[in-house]
């Protein structure tokens, strides 16, 4: 049979080009993987869910209780957790999502803290901080859609937003949603569906396979055993067929946790928030990973806003996407401020760059001090302490961690002084 | 003209004008702006009617509104002569509180409250949750309009002014009197309630004093 394909689509050439590249081992280069292999699962449980779910607003006797008029998305959500393992699909599908999130993360937090960002892989950086840009908003359109009432409180919040934009956001978020936000807006539900079903994932896809295609053709960077080996050289096992196997051992050892996840940890069920109505949903949270951005919405007090031009320029809007346009543009900044000319080959160890290091922590210091203040609502605590810990929070950690590094550092040094002198000793 | 010149002005021609009728295709995208009767504004001689559906829009009782204990109602009036619940948009939605007349205090409307009975929308200013009524000890207040999605506090003593949190204005007061057993309408919001621009607010009210 190879031969009968080879004859006709060339496939040895394939294999010669493609399957036989190598690619480095080492236990943080699996993260975009487990990335990669959770958008699968999420892409084919998706399609599954989609066969079952109703796109639609209009009010239908609920699935459960015939007597209750709910909104038709709603009840087909109703439908779906009865049918057989339809409440686990739907929560494998959202634990893949949360893990998706959550290995994108930690993948950019690996590329970040070894340099991998750097010259040529810039074009990839920011490939990467789009695909998360998208992930997380195909996310939150996607907890939007079962239409209960916790979905409608986010949506009547991302709608907020988005109206928020000075000048252009009404129509903005008419042309959006469909139209004003209200409990019976009949265009809003089939946006979000055709938002998350066909446009997000269709940018998801493409975004992810010129990042792929991008890093075969940039070869990945090395490992630092890599160095030792064979400098220069490529030191890996190729994909095809050393490769392979390990992938997907990942690839079904992650799908079995995620499924154990599922099993024992119910999500969103939709039966606790009820159907979407005018009531408010108490202590309503987003998921962790904009849970930063609710604190900082939290935190931006109410006279923070003035007139530019006849736009409105207000506290949501502020809070909303001008603090998540800059932390972003932080991100996007990354590989700007590194001016080498030379390309990276090696993963870099990140204690070697402690500045680098430092303002990383930083960052992620700041995030965990907004995604706090998303909680100073419910302890009732004042917003002073947020805002001091906003630059107190980062600051110390920069300094602590530059104050850890060089420790590491003199002490290796103290030990690298101590074993010459034992050595020279011995010689004696 | 070269042919290269020919080419690229052809091309430039074709690109420029299947772009721009693609471009069609955003006018389709925003619906038309209907009003339904529902979504309309609360206006003057509406009756607030319970907003729990276990209560089947009946009136509010006076009975019913104490001090410590707030209603939650939609107004309801005539709209060309038909009756309707105007629950098609959250900004209706009302709380109706009491206090001791003495306890409210600028800049609450105070013609607009009657025996202590003082009425807002319960659509949060900041994004437009609904808001809760609970005691906010922090600030001393022992029923305050409190949003759970952001943490707006509004003080209802005193004209739901914002006390912490970043709503940008106060919750918007509905002016009422109280006649006979029932709780009515008595003007228009005193301030722009959520999601609705001043144009679209006084071209509502004119449409009402007209009818």
């Known amino acids: ?428 | 003209m070269s042919r290269r010149k020919f080419i690229n002005a052809a091309m430039g021609t074709t690109v420029g004008i299947g772009g721009l009728s693609l471009l069609s295709i955003i006018g389709a995208v925003k619906p038309a702006d209907t009003l339904t009767p529902e979504k309309t504004l609360p206006a003057p001689g509406d009756v607030l009617v319970y907003a729990d559906p276990a209560k089947n829009g009946a009136p509010v009782a006076l009975s019913d509104i104490k001090e410590g204990q707030v209603v939650y109602a939609f107004p309801k009036g005539k709209i060309k002569g038909v009756d309707v619940v105007k629950s098609g948009v959250t900004r209706n939605q009302v709380i109706i509180a009491k206090f001791p007349e003495s306890a409210l205090k600028a800049p609450t409307d105070l013609k607009g409250t009657d025996q202590g009975i003082v009425v807002y929308s319960r659509q949060c200013m900041h994004l437009g949750c609904a808001v809760e009524i609970k005691a906010y000890p922090s600030k001393n207040l022992q029923e305050a309009a409190v949003c759970p999605c952001h943490g707006g506090v509004y003080d209802l003593t005193q004209g739901a002014r914002v006390v912490d949190g970043p709503p940008p204005a106060p919750l918007a007061q509905l002016p009422i009197k109280v006649q006979g057993s029932q709780v009515v309408v008595d003007g228009f919001f005193q301030s722009l309630p959520y999601d609705i621009t001043e144009a679209e607010f006084e071209t509502q009210k004119k449409e009402f004093e007209k009818a």
Do not use: C
């Not at chain 1, 084919?44 to 015939?66: C, M, W």
């Not at chain 1, 109410?302 to 809007?317: C, D, H, T």
């Not at chain 1, 809070?319 to 001016?339: C, H």
């Open chain 1, 1 to 428: 049979m190879n031969q009968w394909l080879d004859e006709r689509l060339n496939i040895s050439r394939l294999n010669d080009k493609f399957l036989r590249k190598a690619f480095p081992v080492h236990h943080t280069y699996f993260l975009g993987e487990i990335t990669l292999f959770s958008l699968i699962v999420l892409l084919l449980t998706g399609v599954f869910l989609a066969l079952s779910y109703e796109p639609s607003t209009r009010l239908v006797p609920s699935f459960l209780d015939k007597t209750q008029m709910v909104p038709a998305a709603y009840s087909s959500i109703l439908r779906i957790n009865w049918m057989p393992f339809g409440d686990m699909l739907r929560r494998i599908h959202h634990w893949s999502a949360n893990l998706m999130v959550a290995a994108s993360i930690l993948h950019m937090m690996r590329i970040y803290f070894t340099g991998s960002f750097k010259k040529p892989r810039e074009l990839n950086w920011w490939i990467g901080m789009l695909l998360l840009v998208v992930t997380i908003i195909t996310a939150v359109t996607g907890y939007s859609l079962p239409y209960d009432n916790f979905a409608k409180t986010t949506l009547g919040v991302v709608v907020g937003i988005v109206q928020s934009v000075p000048w252009v956001g009404d129509w903005l978020a008419q042309a959006a949603f469909g139209g004003k936000f209200a409990l019976d807006n009949a265009y809003m539900i089939p946006r979000v569906y055709g938002y998350h079903i066909m446009l997000l994932p269709a940018i998801l896809l493409g975004l992810t396979g010129a990042h792929l295609l991008i890093m075969i053709k940039q070869k990945h960077t090395q490992p630092q055993y890599a160095k030792r080996i064979a400098y220069k050289k490529i030191v890996g096992v190729p994909l095809s067929t050393q490769q392979t196997p390990i992938a997907l051992m990942l690839a079904f050892l992650m799908a079995g946790i995620v499924i154990l996840f599922a099993a024992f940890i119910p999500v969103h069920p939709v039966e606790v928030f009820g159907p979407a109505s005018d009531n408010p949903v108490a202590n309503i949270k987003p998921d962790w990973y904009l849970l930063w951005i609710f604190g900082v919405l939290e935190m931006i007090p109410a006279s923070a806003k003035f007139e530019l031009f006849g736009g409105e320029i207000g506290p949501e809007f502020i809070g909303g996407i001008v603090v998540a346009t800059l932390v972003l543009l932080v991100m996007l900044a990354v590989p700007v401020f590194d001016q080498s000319k030379e390309n990276l080959y090696y993963s870099e160890n990140p204690t070697d760059h402690p500045k680098r290091l430092a303002a990383g922590v930083a960052f992620f210091a700041l995030l965990l001090v907004w995604s706090v203040a998303g909680y100073k609502n419910d302890f009732q605590w004042p917003v002073a302490p947020f805002w001091i810990l906003t630059f107190v929070a980062p600051a110390v950690s920069y300094f602590v961690t530059i104050a850890i590094v060089r420790g590491i550092k003199s002490f290796k040094a103290a030990d690298e002084r101590d074993r010459e002198l034992h050595a020279a000793a011995a010689d004696d």
